[in-house]
């Protein structure tokens, strides 16, 4: 019923684990697990999983579109390497997505390892949301509550996104000229400008061990500016989902 697609950057144990988990599910009909890096995996010997070994390095959305167009299951989710699953979250995700046809997407909320709620939803950034986050006025995150059901956010970030198989082809996937970051929030954007609702589902959460590479190194700041640059480029400023 879901293909999942993984792309490890030499997450070694912690991508196993989440191979092993998702395997246990049985929802999840296939597994594609891209190795974006050279590293060596003891992984499960099941059908259902493919593993994919890039030559080089390929940015987030060319390679989660590769592993669309191996996938062969109605729904597509993408997930980071660094998330786990302490619960099965698919059977709300799925009841969300029957109760919702028309939304192209769904996602649950994600905690740090400590329990946290984190920002993984947001209203679409602006030159002034960007200027008044700078300024210390807000961020544009919704404050996601576990007791509220559902929300309709502007976008979700890309480290658990569940689609409609249709709607993802109708998208035609991920821009990859964004080779990280801002990939989430264009195909988000492109979402409600179809008319395709992104929908989180606040009752059921996923743990996000997060690197947080984009604070703490240079080349992962570079390549967070030049994709926020493209993204206000590509949608003329940004704006909202009208």
């Not at 740090?112 to 030159?127: C, Q």
């Not at 992962?220 to 400023?237: D, P, T």
């Amino acid at each position: 019923m879901i293909a999942v697609s993984i792309v490890s950057h030499g997450h070694g144990a912690m991508v196993e684990a989440l191979i092993s988990r998702l395997l246990e599910l049985p929802e999840v009909a296939q597994v594609i697990l891209t190795l974006n890096l050279r590293e060596s995996l003891t992984l499960p010997a099941d059908q259902r999983l493919t593993l994919v070994k890039n030559d080089r390095p390929k940015g987030f959305g060319a390679n989660h579109n590769a592993a669309f167009s191996l996938s062969r299951q109605p729904l597509f989710c993408c997930m980071n390497p660094d998330i786990s699953l302490p619960d099965n979250p698919f059977p709300v995700l799925l009841a969300t997505l029957e109760r919702f046809p028309c939304a192209a997407l769904v996602a649950p909320a994600v905690r740090s390892p400590r329990g946290d709620l984190e920002d993984s939803a947001r209203h679409f950034p602006t030159l002034g949301s960007l200027l008044s986050k700078a300024l210390g006025r807000g961020d544009g995150r919704y404050m996601i509550t576990t007791d509220q059901g559902i929300m309709f956010p502007d976008w979700v970030a890309g480290m658990f996104m569940l689609f409609r198989r249709g709607d993802f082809s109708t998208l035609q996937g991920f821009d990859d000229r964004f080779f990280l970051y801002y990939e989430d929030v264009d195909i988000c954007f492109r979402c409600w400008r179809q008319g395709l609702p992104v929908v989180v589902a606040q009752d059921v959460s996923v743990i996000h061990d997060a690197r947080r590479d984009s604070h703490r190194k240079l080349s992962y700041m570079v390549l967070h500016l030049r994709s926020m640059a493209r993204y206000f480029l590509k949608h003329r400023g940004g704006g909202g989902r009208d």
